[in-house]
């Protein structure tokens, strides 16, 4: 018997199986079609290597304490040095995590007289950051460069004595579609602002050497830039990229960054490794790019789809129930494909995001888009 004091969670819960936007946790099952480990990296020996030299040499699994205490392990200030070299940033700090980044990054930065403008699809994790900011913000259709202008505007018109923030994804992680960065960045010089570029689903994949879509804009002093290190990297973990001042600011004002354990300094050792195969393995991005152009291929003969010019490629359903019994269907059948749901993504677009790694080759893509045509086809007879 159920205690009365569960019963509101209770409701939400069934409200949400009634709507099919109850979530599970579901174990690994079939080939890999789901994951961000684009570039093969989270089981690579080369990682695994330099992280088990990393303890024949002493260094802690745990850092003990936050960066302020004594948790500053001499592996997160080295792997902040190399990642600052790597993508042409001042400055670098590590955080455990992407969400935790982007947390206190925009609970931080921007001044209660500033404008946050966000595109409508960024992370959700911005999304919480924005909200814990004292700065005003406004949503704006997804890579809208005239609304990102208009909504300046219309600040300053309505008084605004601040600086305006600029928020986007590089690459969008649910769509697959690039942002404007380049208009961006311009708007935010022309408007005395900032741009946050979060490059989480495009590091080590895209840009020079993988460094990032926003490569060519890092060095303004007005760019911030987030790069994810459980995607491509393999690893886990984020670096933050930023001029010097804005670093040390958020040494002295993010609460996330000041009250947190620090990372494991293992996993700034593997980080490490990871940034250096990317820098000296070209030959994955290469092939990464092969595998999602015929993916790309696969998709647009077989359904018609048009693909997303990147690694990730969403299978538009439209109805929750739907994406839910296909993409169950697929696992059942080999291929490890997840739906995707509102709130994650907009109220009727539900879709299979589906990831092209170096998990998968080119018979298991043709095979897994051959076994979809036929699943959406029968769920549509």
Not at 47 to 70: E, F, H, N, Q, T
Not at 131 to 147: F, G, I, W, Y
Not at 280 to 304: I, T, V, W
Request: charged content about 20%; overall charge negative; some cysteine.
């Amino acid at each position: 018997m159920s205690s009365p004091a569960l019963a509101s969670y209770e409701a939400t819960l069934a409200g949400l199986e009634r709507r099919s936007r109850r979530r599970a946790l579901t174990p690994h099952q079939g080939v890999d079609f789901t994951s961000n480990d684009y570039l093969g990296l989270a089981n690579a020996p080369g990682v695994k290597a330099a992280i088990s030299a990393a303890i024949d040499r002493g260094v802690p699994a745990g850092a003990g304490g936050s960066r302020l205490l004594r948790g500053n392990h001499a592996e997160h200030e080295t792997l902040e040095a190399q990642a600052a070299a790597f993508f042409g940033v001042e400055k670098v700090l590590y955080f455990g995590s992407g969400f935790a980044a982007n947390v206190a990054l925009f609970s931080t930065l921007p001044h209660r007289d500033d404008l946050i403008v966000h595109d409508a699809l960024i992370h959700a994790s911005a999304h919480d950051g924005i909200s814990a900011s004292k700065a005003q913000a406004v949503a704006v259709p997804h890579n809208d460069v005239e609304a990102f202008e208009q909504a300046i505007r219309r600040w300053r018109e309505a008084g605004g004595k601040g600086r305006p923030w600029i928020a986007v994804e590089s690459l969008y992680s649910m769509d697959g579609d690039q942002a404007p960065v380049a208009d961006l960045a311009n708007l935010a010089d022309w408007h005395d602002g900032f741009l946050v570029v979060d490059e989480a689903h495009a590091t080590g994949v895209l840009g020079p050497s993988g460094r990032g879509l926003a490569s060519g804009v890092k060095s303004r002093g007005n760019v911030v830039v987030l790069h994810a290190c459980g995607k491509a990297l393999g690893v886990s973990g984020a670096l933050l990229g930023l001029p010097y001042v804005l670093a040390d600011y958020m040494i002295n004002r993010a609460r996330n960054f000041i009250y947190s354990t620090a990372p494991s300094p293992l996993m700034a050792a593997g980080v490490r490794e990871a940034l250096r195969m990317v820098a000296d393995e070209p030959e994955r991005r290469m092939r990464l790019e092969h595998l999602k152009n015929f993916a790309g291929e696969q998709l647009s003969s077989r359904l018609g789809i048009s693909p997303s010019g990147s690694q990730i490629l969403p299978v538009m359903i439209g109805d929750n129930a739907r994406s839910l019994r296909i993409a169950d269907r697929m696992r059942a059948e080999g291929y490890d494909i997840r739906a995707i749901r509102p709130p994650t993504v907009p109220e009727g677009t539900a879709r299979l995001r589906i990831s092209i790694t170096l998990n998968v080759d080119e018979e298991q893509i043709a095979d897994m888009v051959q076994r979809l045509a036929t699943a959406i086809e029968e769920e549509r007879s």
